[in-house]
């Protein structure tokens, strides 16, 4: 077993509609390598796919953004987005966004995630992973933590079932979300404060090849923890 | 801004009741620098604890370890533990158990972390923040993560509310669950099918001093996400 190595991207510039953000992230110094994990902010993602909407539309964004609203408090809505992700305010909102507008999430943070992996393969000649993270809360648990919403070149799982333990014993039913946990290490690396808004993950196993957050989303009927 | 890294700890014998857990992890050649986390499976807390009950008794032992019980399905049931986690079978489970045995979560995992973080404090003369991690379900996503039942020596949030972002414009309501990443970090390189049971994050931004993943337990009054 080696080291997961988590790299904060410095020096990306403050992304607008229409940037290459691959582009902007690779004329960084930043060292990427076959195999690493490209995390990439939600925020800057959206706003590269000019996902900006008025500020003063916040409210009606996040409800026109929703399939199904499940708690109301204040301004504040929890609701399930068109994409399946259940959130805050379906996660649009304002932080790091310049002037008077918001962001929306984008219509399809997989195909972001694969068009970043497509533009660093081309660019650089590398095949990477990436994943799109968005900091979400959680049922039961205190406080966020950032998730995946788009993954590109790998399994968003690791799955145990059927592998055994030291003993020889059958592991049951473990699957583990490493794209979870891939955009959780990364935050720590991400500050809001300071506008990093990427990150290198080296070292992480994974299964690579095709994968999706959409395979992330558990359907309402198998949900046994809500 | 600098990197967080995830070392695996590896060589830590089988840990049996009454095993000096500290002093069995710093006897590998681990390096363990003061504010590096150490990050425990609460696997081998438990052992260490003696917290082992027949395999042929773990329903009836899930179903004494909880306080409330909120699905069943077949022989699993998710339930709320006498600690406030909320997980499948109260964290009761046999892998990686030797015999015909399973093992319940520590009594009190904080002091659990307390007691490991005094003993390297003992024995090394470092501070160190320790987390007990355990592999949880969630509600909304397939797949678990590693989350910590218990923390000592840190903040398990990292708290932004009143911080300000890029554009100087107030961060509101975002309260990172940093010990739940850091956990989920860690299980990277903690593969089940390897038995490493400990693994060390270094650099991760927290904010030093008392902590306890007791804090992390959501009150259901407030829980809007379920």
């Known amino acids: 077993m080696s080291a997961v190595t988590v790299i904060p991207i410095e020096g990306v510039p403050e992304i607008e ?29 959206s706003k590269a796919e000019d996902r900006f909407v008025e500020a003063k539309d916040r409210t009606g964004a996040a409800l026109r953004e929703s399939t199904r609203v499940l708690r109301k408090q204040g301004d504040m809505i929890i609701s399930q987005t068109r994409h399946g992700f259940v959130c805050a305010n379906a996660g649009v909102d304002a932080s790091n966004v310049e002037g008077d507008r918001v962001v929306l999430l984008p219509l399809d943070p997989d195909l972001s995630a694969r068009r970043i992996r497509a533009r660093v393969a081309h660019l650089r000649e590398i095949d990477i992973g990436v994943v799109v993270a968005d900091t979400f809360g959680r049922a039961w648990r205190i406080g966020q933590t950032n998730v995946a ?30 794209a979870d946990q891939i955009a959780g290490a990364a935050e720590m690396v991400m500050k809001k404060t300071t506008g990093i808004c990427a990150a290198v993950v080296r070292g992480a196993e994974v299964s690579w090849g095709r994968g999706a957050a959409g395979s992330i989303v558990r359907p309402p009927g198998e949900d046994l923890f809500r």
Do not use: S
């Open 17 to 45: 509609a229409g940037d290459d953000l691959a582009a902007l992230i690779l004329a960084t110094d930043v060292e990427l390598l076959p195999r690493d994990v490209l995390v990439v902010a939600q925020k800057v993602v």
């Open 149 to 178: 919403i788009g993954v590109a070149g790998f399994d968003p799982f690791v799955d145990y079932v059927g592998e055994t333990d030291v003993f020889g014993q059958e592991l049951v039913a473990t699957r583990i979300c490493v």
